[in-house]
T-cell receptor
Framework: GAVVSQHPSRVICKSGTSVKIECRSLDFQATTMFWYRQFPKKSLMLMATSNEGSKATYEQGVEKDKFLINHASLTLSTLTVTSAHPEDSSFYIC????????????FGQGTRLTVV | GESVGLHLPTLSVQEGDNSIINCAYSNSASDYFIWYKQESGKGPQFIIDIRSNMDKRQGQRVTVLLNKTVKHLSLQIAATQPGDSAVYFCAEIYSGTYKYIFGTGTRLKVLA
């Protein structure tokens, strides 16, 4: 299957700083990328959907100014957690879909964010 | 046996036995379903998928059953192995939005 790479896999940051997480599709062009958040022992919660070249669509309850998403190219989307706080600590996972009309999406390996 | 804890329900099976993991989905309009395996600290790994025009699909050691009448999905793993220990999630997708909605997940523990 297609490969989606997330970087970094782990990051620790201080409260008040911002952290950027990258999601890259390595062998295909991703028209749509999704960002999820996963709490310990919980399921994946969709945060936002981003289409290349347009603004991301955020799910209800997700602060768009807190979680900045940029999908500037067909192979890269970034999630920036701004002014991070300890409650933002979580596992963040991206997925990418190759083309419109195709349902299958491929998942990155996730990023463990710890805010201290 | 199966137990429901405070968080993820857990299914414990003996090595070599068959496992059945169940999932109830919410949207009757969902037309594509996927089972994922997630190991600790990793992203979801695709296992098997099924479209709504089918009620059964088989892969290598795995079978997915879909019952649209009761909005139920199951994953059967034959001859469960220690490497199958993980958390399993079902995902429902509606082709109108292509959003993935994940189920609550089930932790599978394989006992030696």
């Amino acid at each position: 299957g297609a490969v989606v790479s997330q970087h970094p896999s782990r990051v620790i940051c201080k409260s008040g700083t911002s952290v950027k997480i990258e999601c890259r599709s390595l062998d295909f062009q991703a028209t749509t990328m999704f960002w999820y958040r996963q709490f310990p022992k919980k399921s994946l919660m969709l945060m936002a959907t981003s289409n290349e070249g347009s603004k991301a669509t955020y799910e209800q309850g997700v602060e768009k100014d807190k979680f900045l998403i940029n999908h500037a190219s067909l192979t890269l989307s970034t999630l920036t957690v701004t002014s991070a706080h300890p409650e933002d600590s979580s596992f963040y996972i991206c997925s990418a879909r190759e083309m419109t009309g195709v349902a299958e999406a491929f998942f990155g390996q996730g990023t463990r964010l710890t805010v201290v | 046996g199966e137990s429901v804890g405070l968080h993820l329900p857990t299914l414990s099976v003996q090595e070599g036995d068959n496992s059945i993991i169940n999932c109830a989905y919410s949207n009757s309009a969902s037309d594509y379903f996927i089972w994922y395996k997630q190991e600790s600290g990793k992203g979801p790994q695709f296992i098997i998928d099924i479209r709504s025009n089918m009620d059964k699909r088989q892969g290598q050691r795995v079978t997915v059953l879909l019952n649209k009448t009761v909005k139920h999905l199951s994953l059967q793993i034959a001859a469960t192995q220690p490497g199958d220990s993980a958390v399993y999630f079902c995902a429902e997708i509606y082709s109108g939005t292509y959003k993935y909605i994940f189920g609550t997940g089930t932790r599978l523990k394989v006992l030696a």
